[in-house]
């Protein structure tokens, strides 16, 4: 979330293992314009389904969401002529469930982010059409204008302020995952983490924290143990037996984990977070569009309306991430600092 190099690790970890195996094929060839899930001609107009063809990440769910003109009457005129809002997301080549992906039809792009993009261009009476790219590339079409806002787990960082505007709406978190009969729990406090032992994935963010927490509790007279493996099935195997006693990694990955696993004698559970900036700022997801472009204020005010009006928290609930809701959307709010970018 950090560089690019960083963030297509972040992504890679995201991955659930062989869920995501099966779903790759088809996200390879998903490039370009794309439908999003839910779209569906059977529903009445109004209506916006979230959860679509999630291959067990989400409930489904229909949601009344209309537009709001006092709200779209503040977009660009040049958007509003296209009649459109082109939504980028960066889910080339594989996808990270259940942020971006392909859904269970082996073609349709589904996800959080694109889901919640389907609600904002309704509130602001525009149709949806999905570009999808690799991560890179997601910035290159925001360059180019070819892509007029990107929903596609984005962190506000100082850095990316340069060339881009925000409008936030989940936090950026990480979390640790342990096993659903585990009494274990986080509570924001490292101090808890002496004496466990917890896996994590290389040259990742996580990683970097729980080395710190490491070095402070070896300070403190303390031990944390720190455990690799080389994938997610490895990870898992090595929690269900006793070997590890939480996994550290990003919160969308432990969302959809607990989900998939939730009836099953495997089952997980979420032990808390922790901000994916640091202890000193919680770090943001934001809808992300060019730099004077003259959107993240409407956008901003659209999602301000999901959130009054309560779509916003059923789409959280629906993709089992509540724990990452914001209070409201802000448009440029301080972000990652320039030496942490």
Known sequence: MR????????????????????????????????????????KP???????????GAAKETDLKVSEVKSISA?????????????????????????????????????????????????????KP?????????????????????????????????KKYEFATYRQDNLGFEVPKKSPW???????????????????????????????KLKKEGKDLTVKYYPDNNSVYLALNSGKIDAHFGPNPSIAYHTTHTANTPNATRSAGK???????????IAATSKKDSGLAKPVAEAINYL???GQYAKWLDAWNLSNEAVRTSQVNPPGLPLDNS
């Open 274 to 284: 922790f901000s994916g900036a640091g202890a000193k700022l919680q770090g943001l």
């Open 3 to 42: 560089t690019a190099n960083l963030r297509s690790r972040l992504l890679r970890s995201l991955t659930a293992g062989t869920a995501v195996a099966t779903l790759a094929t088809g996200l390879a060839a998903c490039g370009g314009n794309s439908e999003a899930a839910g779209k569906s001609d059977n």
């Open 129 to 161: 059409e999905l570009k999808n790219s690799t991560w890179e590339n997601l910035f290159v079409g925001i360059d180019s204008g070819k892509v007029d806002v990107a929903f596609s787990n984005v962190t506000d960082t100082e850095e990316r302020k």
């Open 307 to 309: 959130i009054k009006h």
């Open 45 to 55: 107009s109004g209506t916006v389904t979230v959860g679509a063809l999630s291959n």
């Open 74 to 126: 503040k977009l660009p005129k040049s958007i509003v002529k296209q009649g459109k809002l082109v939504i980028g997301v960066g889910a080339l080549p594989t996808g990270s469930v259940p942020i971006q992906y392909v859904g269970d039809d082996q073609k349709t792009l589904t996800g959080s982010e694109p889901d919640f993009g389907r609600l904002v261009a309704a509130v602001l009476g525009l």
């Open 185 to 215: 729990n986080f509570d924001g406090d490292y101090k808890n983490l002496a004496g466990k032992t917890v896996s994590v994935s290389r040259g990742t963010n996580q990683e970097k924290v729980l080395l710190e927490w490491k070095a």
